[in-house]
T-cell receptor
Framework: NAGVTQTPKFQVLKTGQSMTLQCAQD?????MYWYRQDPGMGLRLIYY???????DKGEVPNGYNVSRLNKREFSLRLESAAPSQTSVYFC??????????FGPGTRLTVL | QKEVEQDPGPLSVPEGAIVSLNCTYS??????FMWYRQYSRKGPELLMY????GNKEDGRFTAQVDKSSKYISLFIRDSQPSDSATYLC?????????FGPGTRLSVLP
């Protein structure tokens, strides 16, 4: 089992460009999450999907959109990137509230 | 006031020391309490979780929860250089996970 995988690992964008971060899990989990991690701020929830076909906003959803493509895949889209979106992005999944499995992260820099 | 507060460190200890990592929280709705370990440039990995007040032990790690004081701790006994990482506390009710900012720990050989 690969667990939670994320692509790409690194990305540099110019202000205004768009991109999609991909996440997939092979653990048959119902719930999937997108977080961003910034120094001194901890992990902040952007969006989550409790089950296939549903998505909900987290703490910091502005500037992002998500798609739960199927049970395995949950993508995060930046339509018009801004320097404030420079961060490390983590995808996670679980089927119980007590255990989240995280991917390796995507390091995004917006110039 | 943030929902979850955690001393950001960094914390440096000699090998073999007992380490105490702490978090306080303000939301009494939190039901699950977790500790994650995050190595540099890696994703967080779950170390321990607990549901109720009291202690939970797993090898060299002990998680302690005091709901009346809204305070949780992680103790690491006989700390090793391989324990050097950032430790994140996390709390949850329903699907709402809230993480502390993390404490960076260095265990010096």
């Amino acid at each position: 089992n690969a667990g939670v995988t994320q692509t790409p690992k690194f990305q540099v964008l110019k202000t205004g460009q768009s991109m999609t971060l991909q996440c997939a899990q092979d653990m048959n989990h119902n719930s999937m999450y997108w977080y961003r991690q910034d120094p001194g701020m901890g992990l902040r929830l952007i969006y989550y999907s409790a089950s296939e076909g549903t998505t909900d906003k987290g703490e910091v959803p502005n500037g992002y959109n998500v798609s739960r493509l199927n049970k395995r895949e949950f993508s995060l889209r930046l339509e018009s990137a801004a320097p404030s979106q420079t961060s490390v992005y983590f995808c996670a999944s679980n089927w119980r509230t007590d255990t989240q499995y995280f991917g390796p992260g995507t390091r995004l820099t917006v110039l | 006031q943030k929902e979850v507060e955690q001393d950001p460190g960094p914390l440096s200890v000699p090998e073999g020391a007992i380490v105490s990592l702490n978090c306080t929280y303000s939301n009494s709705a939190f039901q699950y309490f977790m500790w994650y370990r995050q190595y540099s440039r890696k994703g967080p990995e779950l170390l321990m979780y607990t549901y109720s007040s009291g202690n939970k032990e797993d090898g060299r790690f002990t998680a302690q929860v005091d709901k009346s004081s809204k305070y949780i701790s992680l103790f690491i006994r006989d700390s090793q250089p391989s324990d050097s990482a950032t430790y994140l506390c996390a709390m949850d009710y329903g699907q709402n996970f809230v993480f502390g900012p993390g404490t960076r720990l260095s265990v010096l050989p």
